[in-house]
């Protein structure tokens, strides 16, 4: 079955980094677009990144854009999301997803398999 597990969550002081990991089964994962998704605190859903299927285009919200990079590895069927020079405001639960075939990379409707989540909290 379709399996997504984030890991590499945790707490860390404003300016840190943090480097989180989706490890993907079940799937093909190599034609999938990927994305993280983040779900801060008493609010919504947020989109962050996504990634395409090769690599070779990445995308990033503004509220993230020139902090965090998304990466993939095709061979290990992982994508990445490091994280750097982390705010107050990144304090959220992280998601990585797949968005479906033919769907949007930043449209949160259209992202298919999810994961669990891992929480990342920064806080002085």
């Known amino acids: 079955q379709v399996q997504l597990v984030e890991s590499g969550g945790g707490s860390v002081q404003p300016g840190g980094s943090l480097s989180l990991s989706c490890a993907a089964s079940?799937?093909?994962?190599?034609?999938?677009?990927m994305t993280w998704v983040r779900q801060a605190p008493g609010k919504g859903l947020e989109w962050v990144s996504s990634?395409?299927?090769?690599?070779?285009?990445?995308y990033y919200a503004d509220s993230v854009k020139g902090r965090f990079t998304i990466s993939r590895d095709n061979a290990k069927n992982t994508v990445y999301l490091q994280m750097n020079s982390l705010k107050s405001e990144d304090t959220a639960l992280y998601y990585c997803?797949?968005?479906?075939?033919?769907?949007?990379?930043?449209?949160?409707?259209?992202?298919?398999?999810w994961g669990q989540g891992t929480q990342v909290t920064v806080s002085s």
């Open positions: 997803a797949t968005v479906r075939h033919g769907g949007t990379w930043f449209r949160i409707a259209d992202f298919g398999y």
């Open positions: 079940g799937f093909t994962f190599s034609t999938y677009y």
């Open positions: 990634i395409s299927n090769g690599g070779s285009n990445t």
